[in-house]
């Protein structure tokens, strides 16, 4: 399966009650196996019956070093809820959960996914929680960063 447009999407969730982030992640499967192909030089098989062992940790590893976040300039661990297949087959959607994060802190995101294999990957983030007001970003090769609007935060 080919496709033109180079998209990955992905939603975060501010949970206050929590002080954790919630977050969703959805990248075409195709492009995934691309990368993970450049990095391991093997086929992982994601999603499918052919699954290799290793396939969460790789993943893992991936979503690591190209999908971050750091409050007050070190990095958020994030831990891997699980993973599913898309309705259409097409993409794999995964689910992570941040530490306890300080309110007060300045947080940053990083989303490269992919970055290293497009040269037009736009990755497409919405962030929700801190306010009434949603944040929709798109982040690039040019772009791969952004301040996340603390200000906004508002506790209950």
């Not at 492009?31 to 391991?40: P, R, S, V």
């Not at 297949?85 to 306890?100: P, Q």
């Not at 801190?130 to 906004?152: A, C, G, R, W």
């Amino acid at each position: 399966m080919s496709h033109e447009v180079h998209i990955c999407m992905s939603e975060i969730h501010f949970n206050s009650a929590s002080n954790k982030l919630e977050i969703f992640l959805s990248i075409f499967l195709d492009d995934l196996g691309l990368a993970f192909e450049e990095k391991t030089d093997k086929k992982i098989h994601l999603c499918t019956e052919m699954e290799v062992d290793e396939a969460d940790d790789v993943l893992k590893q991936y979503v690591d070093k190209h999908f971050m976040f750091f409050e007050n300039e070190q990095k958020v661990n994030l831990h891997m809820i699980g993973k599913e297949i898309s309705d259409d087959m097409a993409s794999v959607h995964i689910y992570l959960e941040s530490e306890t994060l300080d309110a007060n802190a300045d947080l940053k995101h990083k989303n490269s996914i992919l970055h290293h294999l497009y040269s037009d990957q736009k990755n497409m983030t919405t962030i929700s929680g801190f306010s009434e007001i949603e944040q929709s970003i798109i982040l690039d090769v040019e772009i791969p960063f952004v301040d996340v609007e603390k200000t906004m935060i508002q506790k209950k």
